[in-house]
C-alpha cells in the first residue's frame, strides 16, 4: 500500500540550531512531494513542494527540503531554527494520477530557548 | 486574493445531532477537500468536490457527506454525530489542475 512515513514524532532543538525532518514514501511512480506547517488551532501552509527539476527546493519562512529517489526520501532541513517555527509539520504525496494528497502522521517540532 | 474560509469556527454538539460544516474555496477554484484531523488517526482524507459532483471518497462511513455548490461552495453534514467524531475538520481548496491544496483555518467539532 502507498504510504508516507514521518519517523520522527517529536523532535527537539535549541533556538539558533539545524533541523532535519524526515519524510519516507513508498510509491512506484516519480511523485509530487510537499511540506505544509500546522500552527496550533490553524490549518495547514505550504512550505514547500516538489514536482520536478532541481531536487533542491527552497520554500518560505527559509525551508528547504530535497528529493532523493534512491531513498524515496524528502527531507525538509532549515539552518537556524527560530521560536516561531515550533508547530507541527506534514510531509504529503501525490501519485499515481491522484489529486489527493496522502499526509503523513506529521513531525511536532519543539524548539527551545 | 481572500484565502479559504470555514464556518463555524467552534462547535459543540452532543451525540446524536448532526451538524454542517461550511466552506468557502479561494476565488477560481473549483476542487474542493474535506479531511478530519484527530491527535489518534491524524489527517484523514473525507471526500472531493468538482464541479458540484464527488469525484474522490475516503473510507468514512456514510454518516459522513457533502455537497459543492455551483459557486464552488461546499458543506459537509455529519448525522447522528458520535463522540469519537470530535476532531478538527479542513477544508482545502485547489486549482482545476489540482496539485497544491489551499487550506482553511478549520473548524473545531467537539462531541458531548
Known amino acids: 500500500a502507498q504510504s508516507v512515513t514521518q519517523p520522527d514524532i517529536h523532535i527537539t532543538v535549541s533556538e539558533g540550531a539545524s533541523l532535519e525532518l524526515r519524510c519516507n514514501y513508498s510509491y512506484g511512480a516519480t511523485p509530487y512531494l510537499f511540506w505544509y506547517v500546522q500552527s496550533p488551532g490553524q490549518g495547514l501552509q505550504l512550505l514547500l513542494k516538489y514536482f520536478s527539476g532541481d531536487t533542491l527546493v527552497q520554500g518560505i519562512k527559509g525551508f528547504e527540503a530535497e528529493f532523493k529517489r534512491s531513498q524515496s526520501s524528502f527531507n525538509l532541513r532549515k539552518p537556524s531554527v527560530h521560536w516561531s517555527d515550533a508547530a507541527e509539520y506534514f510531509c504529503?504525496?501525490?501519485?499515481?494520477?491522484?489529486?489527493?494528497?496522502?499526509f503523513g502522521r506529521g513531525t511536532s517540532l519543539i524548539v527551545h530557548p | 486574493k481572500a484565502g479559504v474560509t470555514q464556518t463555524p469556527r467552534y462547535l459543540i454538539k452532543t451525540r446524536g445531532q448532526q451538524v454542517t460544516l461550511s466552506c468557502s474555496p479561494i476565488?477560481?477554484?473549483?476542487?474542493v477537500s474535506w479531511y478530519q484531523q484527530t491527535p489518534g488517526q491524524g489527517l484523514q482524507f473525507l471526500f472531493e468536490?468538482?464541479?458540484?459532483?464527488?469525484?474522490n471518497k475516503g473510507n468514512f462511513p456514510g454518516r459522513f457527506s457533502g455537497r459543492q455548490f455551483s459557486n464552488s461552495r461546499s458543506e459537509m453534514n455529519v448525522s447522528t454525530l458520535e463522540l469519537g467524531d470530535s476532531a478538527l475538520y479542513l477544508c482545502?481548496?485547489?486549482?482545476?489542475?489540482?496539485?497544491?491544496?489551499?487550506f482553511g483555518p478549520g473548524t473545531r467539532l467537539t462531541v458531548l
Open positions: 476565488s477560481g477554484h473549483r476542487s
Open positions: 468536490y468538482f464541479s458540484e459532483t464527488q469525484r
Open positions: 482545502a481548496s485547489s486549482r482545476p489542475t489540482g496539485d497544491e491544496q489551499f
Open positions: 504529503a504525496v501525490i501519485s499515481g494520477g491522484s489529486y489527493i494528497p496522502t
